[in-house]
């Protein structure tokens, strides 16, 4: 996983004042992630990991114009295999 300089001062800094280290507050935040995919398909909500991740992705600015072309490359690219 490759975090920028910023994200990385951020995660340090917030690491630092619950005091765990870096990588245990990545792991809270990927097992919360999953509780909550696992609790909406409890509540019988449609269960769709790569959108479910998605869309947690293009929460940040800083990909969402990359990402958000990237996948309409692959829905192009699905649509022409049908």
Known sequence: MHLDA???ARLDTLARRVGVARGELIRIAVDRFFVELAELRLAGAPFDLETAVNAE??????SRDR???????????RREAK
């Open 6 to 8: 910023d994200l990385t």
């Open 57 to 62: 992705i293009f929460n940040g600015e800083a």
């Open 67 to 77: 990402l958000i072309r990237r996948r309409r490359r692959l829905e192009a690219a």
